[in-house]
């Protein structure tokens, strides 16, 4: 590394929607910005959560002076106990929400945390970065932008935001701040990519509150809305259309109890008096005087609003419930929602989503709005981050579209590494950046290889196949015995391969093969050929192979 360089490399967030991670380092020193977790899609069957690869920083773990962290969303914070647990001494930054929404996580961790809590206009030291915190709107309060100064150059990351111009809690992205940052020099500005492909801009979040009271004034039972277990604004304007409309909200789902209580606790959401109610209290209400707010908008499989669907809930929707999906699709969950989708339209409810109604506004800035951005800021260069490739590619465009220099517009992929000296950044080389994948208590113990295996076992089932031989003879004596599961209906299909199997082996005996490992490749073969050919199937096969 050039010692006069800044390195900067996304370990998350680049090439996807999730994880966002970004590692800094300056004169020997590492500066993290977020450490949030990706959510895992159906060809990642059995994973809970995914992790950036924390394996670039194992040895320089001493070196980290600092964790600063955005803003609130699991895809930011969520990765935090796991980094923790490998130093757990490391000074979290961040706004008052963040901070309390964090410590209540790493509380269920065990992991008492040193945290440090900034608001906009503050500046702060953490070895040789200089930070400012600017404000900046986005679906959760308290998000901050971090403007990092350094010897090598001037660094503005917006974190998640959006330009909304009438927020619910009346705080704007500070683009005046953004303005005197300009003025001073931004070398590299690292902006939100997730909406760069929408044209114009973003619409307000206060027109969904109309919305919803129409909504629960027509609904004649249950309403359930579903939406992240974060989303204050959201939840706030639920509880207004409740109260409006003489209804009752209970929140279903331990982390949205969680962090409304927090929110409520710190004065972010104002609740009515009297609306929110206990869950246990729901039964002894009418249905139409009820609503529930539950997560599961991205039809996570254990979240509430699934296993309503799955009918594996306390909850039971019925006929003439109303559901509202009140959030944005994430790219590669499209088929687990319209899943819970369908399930609950089977069981009777109304399902309202974004593409029926105006239930839900993005917390992105789109094209237009990242147009202003880079005309106020005036940046010499700019690193897309958060997004797809399309959404990056989409977010340069915009950049050069407002004259930044093409080769001042940085396009990285997670673990590459970017270089920024003298004011001017560019890709030198890449790290191992590979999916951490948490399952159960499992972290990082299951690879690639295990999701094909159980991909498929889901989809085409396996064989098993049990024979011993004796060494000595060069004679089967016991089995082929096969059994399968979710190839046939009855394990009777397979009575024509046995013989196949007992002569493909007798003659790999006579020709002198009595290893155990080659056996079984003889066996798997032979009925691995068989089922392709017979019951057009690729199940897994399990030879098991006993030498006498």
């Known amino acids: 590394m050039d010692p006069e360089a800044v390195r900067i490399v996304a370990l998350g967030g680049l090439g996807e929607v999730g994880r966002n991670m970004t590692v800094f380092e300056y004169h020997g020193k590492i500066l993290i910005v977020d450490a949030g977790v990706l959510f895992p899609e159906e060809e990642q069957p059995g994973v809970d959560l995914i992790l950036p690869d924390f394996s670039y920083l194992d040895d320089r773990l001493d ?6 962290l955005t803003h609130g969303h699991e895809d930011h914070i969520g990765a935090v106990p796991y980094l923790l647990k490998r130093k757990p001494d490391i000074p979290i930054l961040g706004s008052k929400l963040t901070i309390a929404l964090i410590e209540a996580k790493l509380k269920e961790h065990r992991i008492k945390p040193i945290t440090r809590v900034v608001a906009a206009g503050d500046t702060d030291q953490l070895g040789p970065f ?15 932008a971090v403007f ?31 303005a005197r940052l300009g003025e001073e020099g931004v070398d590299l500005f690292m902006t939100d990519s997730t909406n760069a492909e929408v044209p114009g801009f973003t619409a307000l979040e206060k027109d969904i509150g109309p919305v919803l009271e129409n909504l629960f004034g027509h609904a004649e039972r249950r ?41 409520a606790d710190l004065g972010y959401l104002d609740v009515p008096k009297g609306v929110l109610i206990d869950i246990k209290d729901v039964d002894d209400l009418p249905d139409d005087q009820v609503v529930l707010m ?25 006929d003439g419930d109303t559901v509202i999906l009140a959030s944005s699709l994430i790219p590669g969950n499209e088929n687990s929602v319209f899943k819970v989708i369908n399930g609950l339209m089977k069981l009777g409810a109304k399902v309202i989503s974004k593409a029926d109604a105006k239930v839900h506004v993005s917390g992105h800035a789109s094209g237009g709005e990242l147009l202003y951005c880079y005309n106020i800021v005036k940046p010499r260069g700019v690193m897309p981050v958060h997004g797809e490739w399309r959404h990056l590619l989409a977010n340069a465009r915009h950049a050069e579209a407002t004259g930044v220099d093409p080769d001042n517009i940085v396009l990285a992929d997670d673990g590459w590494v970017v270089d920024l000296k003298d004011g001017h950044a560019e890709v030198v080389g890449a790290v191992d950046c590979n999916y951490v ?34 060494s000595q003879t060069k004679t089967l004596i016991a089995g082929p015995e096969i059994h399968a599961r979710g190839v046939a209906e009855n394990d009777s299909v397979f009575d024509s391969i046995i013989p196949k199997v007992t002569k493909a082996v007798e003659e790999a005996l006579e020709s002198g093969t009595t290893d155990q490992y080659q056996l079984q490749q003889v066996v798997r073969r032979t009925v691995g050929r068989w089922v392709s050919s017979k019951l057009r199937r690729k199940p897994m096969i399990v030879p098991m192979v006993v030498i006498v």
């Open 63 to 68: 070196d980290i002076v600092g964790l600063v």
């Open 130 to 144: 200089d930070l400012e915190f600017v404000a900046v709107n986005h679906s959760i309060p308290d998000a901050l």
């Open 148 to 178: 990092i100064r350094t010897g090598a150059g001037n660094i503005l990351h917006t974190g998640d935001f959006k330009m909304d111009q009438l927020p619910l809690d009346g705080r704007i992205t500070d683009l005046r701040a953004f």
């Open 223 to 263: 309403i359930i809305v579903a939406s992240f277990s974060s989303h204050v604004h959201r939840v706030q304007q639920v509880l207004n259309a409740a109260s409006a409309h003489g209804r009752k909200v209970a929140l279903v789902g331990r982390s949205m109890v969680r962090n409304m209580k927090i929110a």
């Open 294 to 318: 539950c997560t599961g908008s991205q039809g996570e499989p254990m979240a509430a609003l699934s296993r309503m669907a799955n009918r594996n809930h306390r909850i039971e929707v019925g």
């Open 437 to 470: 994948f948490v399952d159960g208590s499992s972290v990082g113990e299951i690879t690639e290889a295990d999701l094909k295996d159980r991909l498929v076992l889901a989809g085409e089932g396996f064989v098993t196949i049990f024979l011993a031989v004796n």
